[in-house]
Every structure is written in C-alpha cells, then in structure tokens.
C-alpha cells in the first residue's frame, strides 16, 4: 500500500485519497474564443507522462482538500507533495528555474494549443472510415 503524505494530515494509506488528474490544466480565459478542437483539447487531453509527473489528489476520507503531488508514474515514487497555489517542486533532474518557468508558461491558455491540434487528426481517421 502507498502512503501518501497530506500536506495537511500527514502520511495516511493511499485508500483515503481520490486521484483527481494532471495538475497545472489552465483554464482557458475566453472559452468563447475558442474552436471546438481546442476546446476539446482543455477538456480531453492530456500529457499521461511515463516518469515524473504533477497530478492533483484530494484527501476525500480525511480534510478533504485538494493538493498536488510530484510522483513517478513507473515506480510509485513519491518526489513532493505540494498545496495548490504553492509552486511546483523541480522533477528529478529538472532545474528548479525550468519549473518555476513552466508555471508562468502554464497560466497562459496558448500554453496548451499545440495539444488541441490532436482532436482534428482523430476527426480525419474518423472520416476515412
Ligand atoms: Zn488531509
């Protein structure tokens, strides 16, 4: 069993937690704006990284707060656990100015236009069918 460390509780069994996805998904700020791909990328896509990675998990059995948390995907291991809003912990060999970098870059939707692009090469595959 994991144990995760709440940044709130402490170390508690991982059965008390609820895995609430990717972490740092910015929220467009004119959704209007947007086409219907790059909607469908804010909503669908996302990086599912093999290695380290920022994901959210609530404490659904416990304070029931939302927190983040740095963890490898392939062994479990868990590098940081940090408070929403804290900034993000560097990833093992990652530059702590890469990561702080990489939060100013994430609270701007353009951001994630280049993932929004994959919707449309699904459309096309649906098309030829
Ligand atoms: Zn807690």
């Keep these: 069993m994991l144990l995760i460390p709440c940044p709130y509780c402490g170390e508690r069994p ?5 895995y609430g996805g990717e972490a740092h998904v910015a929220r467009p700020q004119n959704p209007s704006a947007l086409s219907d791909a790059e909607w469908a990328g804010y909503l669908f896509l996302r990086e599912n990284r093999k290695g ?3 994901e959210r998990w609530i404490h659904t059995h416990g ?6 948390m740095l963890r ?13 809003g804290d900034p ?10 890469a990561a702080a970098a990489g939060k100013s870059a994430a609270k701007q939707p353009a951001a994630r236009k280049p993932a ?10 649906g098309a030829a069918k």
Excluded: L
């Excluded at 991982?14 to 609820?18: I, K």
């Excluded at 304070?63 to 983040?68: A, D, E, G, P």
């Design 14 to 18: 991982e059965t008390e937690f609820s």
């Design 52 to 54: 380290a990675f920022r």
């Design 63 to 68: 304070c029931r707060r939302w927190f983040n």
């Design 72 to 84: 490898d995907t392939t062994s479990h291991e868990i590098h940081a656990v940090y408070k929403v």
């Design 88 to 97: 993000k912990p560097p990833a093992p060999g990652e530059k702590p100015a």
């Design 116 to 125: 929004a692009k994959k919707p449309s090469t699904r459309a096309s595959k």
